[in-house]
């Protein structure tokens, strides 16, 4: 990495130290996929970019996690697939899990064409409660770097927490994660000004099982970059 910034922009104020961020997650590890067995909502939008795209498509996995069940589902299916994740514990987690697939510990800022981890183009993206690790100020960048790494027309799933909140700091299975979050009108015009086009949108209950956090409103967006 050579910034550890999610989404820095040119002028857009010093960079953000995300070690942090990324420290929580390698020492939570496999407690994250204990304390959330249920994603139905995330395998269904992973199940429509299954349908929607031809196997051998390129599609980059944001916030990889696990690589379980995104990665793995869409290296299943066919699909040459490659995962980032700030966390270098969870990208060895996700390479033991999905063998088939392509892992990379990098951060979102430096994978724009012609950034220092380049990955080319994809068919289809997806960022499933990987974007609400960034302050609000972050998130538009963020998605316009998504976009640059779509082919056109390409397809981008993504998750979030429904909540009017930005960079706040909260317990999550005993570490300390920031977390920002957008009512579900804003989060859609801020998709939008982004350059996509939201397919469908769809939200969903969660409870997390065992985890020191309430009841949370999953969003859903399927979405299609806008040329």
Not at 110 to 132: E, I, N, Y
Not at 195 to 222: Q, T
Request: hydrophobic fraction near 40%; proline fraction near 7%; charge should be negative.
């Amino acid at each position: 990495m050579s910034s550890n910034v999610f989404g820095e922009r040119e002028g857009a104020g010093p960079p953000r130290d995300r070690t942090g961020q990324a420290e929580a997650f390698d020492a939570i590890g496999d407690r994250y996929d204990e304390a959330f067995p249920h994603k139905e909502g995330q395998i269904s939008a992973t199940e429509w970019l299954v349908a929607s795209l031809p196997a051998g498509s390129r599609v980059l996995d944001l916030g990889c996690g696990t690589g379980v069940p995104t990665a793995r589902r869409l290296a299943e299916a066919g699909m040459r697939v490659v995962g980032v994740d700030l966390s270098a514990g969870m990208v060895a987690r996700a390479r033991a899990q999905v063998p088939g697939a392509e892992f990379h510990q990098a951060d979102l800022a430096d994978l724009g064409p012609g950034g220092p981890c380049d990955l080319g183009r994809f068919d289809a993206a997806t960022a499933f409660f990987s974007l609400l690790m960034l302050p609000r100020a972050e998130i538009p960048g963020a998605l316009l770097t998504v976009r640059q790494s779509l082919a056109p027309t390409g397809l981008f799933a993504l998750s979030m927490v429904e909540a009017d909140v930005d960079d706040v700091p909260i317990p999550f299975l005993g570490r300390r994660i920031r977390v920002s979050g957008h009512p579900r009108a804003e989060l859609r015009r801020v998709v939008e000004a982004a350059g996509f086009d939201v397919v469908e949108e769809s939200s969903r209950g969660y409870a997390p099982d065992g985890a020191d956090v309430p009841p949370e409103e999953h969003l859903f967006l399927r979405c299609r970059r806008r040329d």
